[in-house]
């Protein structure tokens, strides 16, 4: 065995006071506490395995958020296998994620993303109604951050959400959030349909607000009237917004100037989008451009208006370069 | 004793008379200009400030023998004067030509905008003593033109848009036919590189040059047009900025004569109004006086 190479090396000791020894180990080890020290390692591997199926059982019924949340933490880092006990069929820790979105929808009553098993990909996604075969849904893991993975559609490699269970912090992301459900499901789709989508995910991050006190960025999905949407550019040139003015004015609508220099554009009664930089919002004295959308029933975000206003999308989408709502760099590229 | 060479001097209790007469006169002016202001007497003040041209536009009213030069008393106070009566002036122009937004500039001093739109332009000063506006000529041109455009259909800068959307174009068709020349330009110097390699008699020998030379041309005017392409991208966005700024102004001037059509009806009726806003102003606050307090 090779064990017996290493073995008849000596063992060199550094002491702490600076002295070293140098220790040679005893060869013969005889087959008795051999034979005891496998089936040591055997009952421990079991055992190591029997507590695996008590955190599934956690994750898979538990009624409770917070032992949920558990299950999962503890099962995304798992090591089931060991050098001497290996299981054949395993779920991913991507799985994990999965399955314990689903079971925290489920606490809530709600049954609308359905979690599907692949043959092909020996892997589970999730399926959401209406949108069906255009929306593979599985996590990503992240490779740098630990505890973190990607909410990814997998056809377009939209990245629509970040959840981090170390961090404690769920981010949106306004790049997949525009590819994926405003340019392509805008096409395939109605607006009811994406909206239940775009609610679900929404919802998804409240109850990670509520039941975990996870930091969550709605970003462009943002339906608070409060919400400010930074684009990357932060001091818009002028001519985006007369680009805005000539093609709102051809739809109709007219773009106006505020006291303040800011642009506003009420687009029907109760629903005022306006464009300016954060000290023209009356916000803070910053000079980072944002968007705002305002309506009554703080029901509609910058998503929205994208899907809704063809103008709109079309100016967003030909100056994307000035314009994209701003994402958090440390988890989207 | 009287000296005969002494000059006759006028007399000084007339002297005393004119001049006490003349400071009297002076002295009531201003009274009377107080006791307006103090009143609010808006009208009056008007009156009392430029008498001449309030006789001549306010012809129902009775011919004051007024004296103009006291007017130069308060030439000092034009800014003061003009702080004072812009604002019943600008509560009258709010309602009666809603498009124009007033910002103060100075003391007395108001610039005025056409609209509340996005980018809407700057149209000119207030004259508040006079009740005028001073339109920004440049500005004032291109409305009037968009009206007298309006029967042909078409804005102000439809044609220079068109001329450059076309101008487009043809950049974009160098940039799409960069292929096609590079085959040509392939052939053409193979060609050349061909006839160079020919062995021909002493006689045709010219024939040869003149051909060769024709090819080589053609190559140049490819070439030339090479580099006219390599620029297309950057004029194709030069222009599309032109576009974007003319489009801007055309739906400006839009926003505009909607607002005057709103308003006025039409172009004529909006100038005609502007010529006699003096007396429609003074008329109107003849008419509202004694309401004035219940109005604010």
């Known amino acids: 065995m090779l064990m017996n190479n290493t073995t008849e090396n000596p063992t060199v000791i550094f002491q702490p006071d600076g002295t070293v020894e140098t220790v040679v180990v005893d060869q013969a080890i005889s087959t008795t506490t051999r034979l005891q020290n496998f089936n040591g390692e055997l009952k ?27 299950a999962v933490t503890q099962l995304i880092d798992y090591r089931l296998n060991s050098d001497f006990l290996i299981f054949p069929q395993q779920y991913s820790e991507a799985d994990f994620y999965l399955i314990f979105l689903s079971r925290l929808l489920q606490q809530h009553q709600n049954n609308q993303l359905i979690l599907q098993s692949s043959d092909r990909h020996h892997e589970l996604y999730h399926e959401f109604p209406g949108i069906n075969a255009a929306g593979y849904f599985t996590f990503q893991i992240d490779a740098q951050n630990a505890g973190g993975a990607y909410y990814v559609e997998r056809q377009s490699q939209a990245r629509l959400f970040y959840v981090n269970f170390s961090k404690h912090i769920l981010k949106f992301n306004a790049t997949a959030v525009t590819s994926l459900l405003v340019v392509d499901y805008q096409k395939k789709f109605v607006y009811p349909t994406v909206k239940k989508f775009v609610l679900l995910l ?3 991050g409240h109850l990670f607000k509520e039941d975990f006190g996870f930091d969550v960025d709605f970003n462009i999905l943002d339906q608070s009237n409060s919400a400010m949407y930074p684009v990357i550019k932060a001091d818009l040139p002028a001519e985006s917004l007369d680009k805005l003015f000539v093609v709102a004015s051809k739809a109709g609508h007219m773009l106006k100037a505020g006291v303040n220099g800011e642009a506003i554009l009420e687009l029907k009664p109760g629903l ?57 760099p440390r988890y989207f590229d | 004793m009287a000296n005969n060479n002494e000059f006759v001097l006028s007399d000084h209790d007339t002297a005393t008379t004119t001049v006490v007469q003349a400071v009297v006169n002076k002295s009531r002016y201003l009274q009377t200009l107080h006791q307006a202001l103090e009143e609010q007497d808006d009208r009056l003040v008007y009156q009392l400030i430029n008498s001449e041209k309030y006789a001549q536009e306010i012809q129902q009213a009775r011919h004051i023998s007024a004296d ?110 960069q292929d096609q020349r590079d085959q040509q330009k392939a052939e053409l110097r193979a060609k050349i590189k061909q006839i160079s390699q020919e062995k021909v008699m002493p006689w045709e020998a ?38 974007l700024e003319l489009s801007k102004e055309d739906t400006l001037l839009s926003y505009e004569k909607q607002s005057i059509v709103a308003k006025f009806g039409d172009f004529k009726n909006f100038e005609e109004q502007n010529e006699i806003l003096y007396r429609d102003y003074i008329a109107h606050l003849i008419a509202t006086r004694g309401q004035v307090n219940a109005d604010e």
């Open chain 1, 44 to 70: 421990s591997s079991l055992q190591n395995g029997l507590e695996f199926t008590a955190l599934l059982d956690q994750l898979i019924q538990t009624n409770d958020p917070h032992e949920l949340l558990d």
């Open chain 1, 202 to 204: 929404i919802k998804i």
């Open chain 1, 272 to 328: 005022i989008v306006t464009f300016g930089d954060e000290a023209q919002l009356g916000m803070t004295e910053q000079e980072q451009w944002v968007i705002n959308v305002n309506d009554s029933d703080e029901e509609l975000s910058w998503f929205d208006l994208l899907f809704n206003y063809d103008f709109i999308r079309d100016w967003y989408l030909d100056n994307l370069n000035l314009l994209e709502i701003k994402v958090d």
């Open chain 2, 68 to 177: 103009p030069s006291n007017e130069a008393l308060v030439v000092d106070l034009h800014n003061q004067l003009s702080a004072f009566l812009s604002q019943k002036l600008i509560n009258f122009l709010h309602k009666n030509y809603p498009f124009f937004y007033f910002e103060e500039i100075g003391e007395g001093q108001y610039q005025f905008f056409f609209g509340n739109w996005w980018g809407r332009r700057l149209f000119g000063t207030l004259d508040v003593l006079n009740v005028s506006f001073n339109f920004d000529s440049s500005e004032y041109r291109k409305l009037a033109r968009t009206f007298e455009l309006d029967h042909q259909q078409k804005r102000l800068n439809t044609d220079q848009i068109q001329k450059i959307s076309l101008e487009n174009d043809e950049l974009q068709e160098l940039i799409d036919t």
């Open chain 2, 206 to 243: 010219n024939r040869q040059k003149e051909e060769k030379q024709a090819l080589i041309d053609q190559l140049t005017k490819l070439t030339e047009t090479d580099e006219l392409s390599n620029n297309a991208y950057q004029e194709i966005r030069q222009n599309e900025n032109k576009i």
